[in-house]
């Protein structure tokens, strides 16, 4: 994202650094696990020079996982929502599900690639992402919700999605990492925009 910036006046004594308007560094930075390098230190493979820092390449890795994980769970529940959705809307809805499920698969490839090439492991287990994730999930052998309770979950879980990509945002800002926050914004605007579409249909 491009933005003016004073010049850099960060101090390598300074503490913890704080979001925008003096918030705390988003919540993403204290969820665990923590994504291990790679290559870990010593490998014989060169050391990653891309001109942000190792410990700024850590924490933005670390709230991309968190956002993947996110990202994850909602793809996974909207296409659960796709196979179990019935009722009058049924065409509507499993065709704008499929819709919304098919476009975050893709994106998340671009997610996980990313924390790669900041020099981090991307999680990639159903463990690991509930473990990251905000968004509860939601089971369907047994039992699915109504429609309209599919479509309140999808609203909330998208606006969950953002929520984590705004937090993400600031730590990529903070180290000055614009192609991460070129991606997340990207996302932003696609789950902000998901969000309106679905509440529009419980107006
Ligand atoms: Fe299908």
Redesign the pocket.
């Known amino acids: 994202m491009a933005k003016s910036k004073t010049p850099k006046q960060k101090s390598a004594a300074a503490p913890a650094k704080a979001g925008k308007a003096g918030k705390p560094a988003g919540k993403s930075a204290g969820r665990s696990p923590q994504p291990a390098a790679s290559p870990a230190p010593e490998s014989k493979a060169p050391a990653i020079d891309i001109g942000i820092p190792d410990k700024d390449r850590k924490k933005i890795a670390q709230s991309l996982s968190v956002f993947l994980a996110d990202a994850y769970t909602l793809y996974l529940k909207t296409?659960n929502f796709?196979?179990n959705v019935t009722g009058p809307m049924f065409n509507a809805l499993?065709n704008m599900f499929?819709q919304q499920y098919t476009e975050q698969w893709n994106a998340l490839d671009d997610i996980a690639e990313r924390i790669r090439a900041l020099g981090y492991n991307a999680p990639g287990s159903y463990a690991e992402f509930i473990g990251l994730s905000s968004i509860k999930e939601e089971p369907g052998l047994e039992t699915a919700p109504d429609w309209r309770e599919m479509v309140r979950q999808l609203v909330q879980g998208n606006e969950a999605v953002c929520r984590t990509a705004r937090e993400a945002i600031e730590v990529a800002d903070d180290g000055d990492d614009e192609p991460t926050e070129d991606l997340l914004i990207q996302r932003l605007q696609t789950h902000e925009k998901y969000a309106w579409m679905l509440r529009s249909l419980l107006q």
Do not use: D, N, P, Q
Request: hydrophobic share 20%; aromatic share 20%.
């Open positions: 296409h796709h196979w499993h499929e």
